[in-house]
């Protein structure tokens, strides 16, 4: 019988006290931009318009020392209540919901780079901000590195969306193939196209696949880029850094990435106790991958445990060493974590499907978002566990079929009858001669 229990770690506060923040020169507003950086006159029409009473806005670190001085802004020019959600309690580009539920607020403004994941109840306004970046630079490398008749996609990270809007007016008209991606706003709605490209939040239309095709990142090297690259290989990406102000041509990267992902899920084959670890509670769809991971895993005579943690640090799970291997539920944008420095493997749910389903057909690809692996998404498969015995790539011994299923009723029905034992203590019982 397979055991499954909930965990809940509370946190003390330390980890944000602790926390260093770094704050990028080069992106952040001087102090007579903030209604321009932050788009205040936008965030006060949002409110206004909707009849909202108790705002929650919510940053990055990066851009916390803000809070208080666009908090006043909005107070002072709508006259509604503004609270500030100072630590999130997953990752920055996740929505706070729970927080913003635990103080009653009927509304949140997001602040910063996004994962663009749909929160379950409150509405949410998108600020991606207009960071202080070169535009002319950015546009000299564009011409540098792309032919005028290649098809080029222009991808980027939220915050640069402004940035690569920008870029897109001015080499239109000299690159009649250039594609700008537009960014898939949870709670919008738009006029989708068939034949549009969904690729990690960006929408692309007009793709032509017939062709060879080259791709321009605008953005830091981080998870958004990693799945970016994961989905269009990296031969043909060039990305640039508006903060360094540096190129790259990638490459070599994928595949040390996939060697090192598909030893993780040999290590979740010979598991015999998995730890689902919950890194969300405001993505839509992350109870049902829950239960949906519980399922699977019970099919595949995995003992797991439901952990919630808050923040992932190495000190934190190895506070469960019984747990073999983890499973992280989380947006796009943290579901991946480099497992160097903890003591087990951290997988993703599409992982496990691809480790455990012998119906899911692998092709080295690795798939972050969970939305698509359940019921009715166009990447579920229907789970039937491997089949027994198997081989361990890692030990060279046979994996075995242990699981435990209890006495059934018709062995029950033929057990012995039940007989009166022993009464008294230990040292004495009354059964005993010397009590006689």
């Not at 999130?88 to 927080?99: H, L, M, N, Q």
């Not at 706003?185 to 239309?205: A, Q, V, Y």
Request: glycine share 8%; net charge negative.
């Amino acid at each position: 019988m397979i055991d499954s229990r909930v965990f809940s770690l509370s946190n003390d506060g330390g980890a944000a006290m602790e926390r260093e923040v770094r704050v990028s020169p080069t992106l952040v507003p001087d102090t007579g931009d903030l209604e321009f950086y932050f788009e205040i006159s936008r965030c006060v029409s949002w409110i206004n318009s909707n009849g909202f009473k108790k705002v929650c806005i919510q940053f990055p670190d990066s851009l916390l020392g803000y809070s208080v001085a666009v908090g006043a802004l909005l107070e002072k020019q709508t006259g509604e209540r503004i609270h500030i959600l100072a630590d999130s309690t997953y990752g920055s580009c996740c929505v706070d919901e729970k927080t913003a539920l635990h103080v009653g607020g009927d509304s949140i403004i997001h602040f910063g780079p996004s994962c663009l994941s749909q929160t379950q109840r409150t509405p949410v306004l998108f600020i991606f901000t207009r960071p202080n970046v070169d535009l002319t630079k950015t546009l000299q490398l564009f011409r540098s590195k792309f032919d005028t008749k290649e098809q080029v996609v222009i991808l980027y990270d939220t915050i640069y969306e402004s940035l690569a809007k920008d870029l897109f007016d001015e080499i239109k008209s000299g690159y009649p193939k250039a594609i700008l991606s537009t960014l898939v706003i949870p709670g919008t709605t738009t006029d989708d196209e068939k034949d549009d490209w969904i690729l990690h939040g960006r929408r692309i239309s007009n793709f032509s696949s017939g062709g060879k095709s080259r791709f321009f990142y605008i953005g830091g090297s981080g998870r958004t880029l990693l799945n970016f690259l994961l989905n269009v290989g990296e031969g043909d990406m060039v990305t640039y850094d508006p903060i360094t102000q540096t190129s790259e041509e990638r490459g070599g990267e994928l595949t040390r990435l996939v060697m090192r992902r598909n030893f993780y899920m040999e290590k979740l084959k010979d598991a015999s106790t998995v730890g689902i670890l919950v890194g969300t509670l405001a993505v839509d769809g992350y109870l049902g991958i829950i239960e949906q991971l519980k399922q699977n895993l019970h099919k595949a005579s995995k003992r797991f445990y439901v952990v919630q943690i808050g923040d992932i640090t190495p000190p934190k799970l190895a506070n469960f060493p019984q747990i073999e291997v983890f499973v992280l539920v989380a947006c796009p944008e943290s579901t991946m974590v480099d497992s160097k420095e903890f003591f087990q493997p951290i997988l993703t749910p599409y992982e496990v499907d691809v480790a455990l389903n012998r119906r899911r057909d692998w092709k080295g690809d690795i798939l972050l978002d969970y939305r698509p692996l359940l019921l009715g998404g166009n990447r579920h498969v229907l789970f039937e566990p491997s089949q027994f015995p198997d081989l361990s790539l890692l030990s060279g011994e046979l994996r075995i079929n242990t699981e435990w299923k209890g006495l059934n009723e018709s062995e029950a029905a033929t057990s012995e009858k039940m007989i009166t034992g022993r009464s008294g203590r230990a040292e004495h019982y009354m059964e005993e001669p010397i009590n006689k």
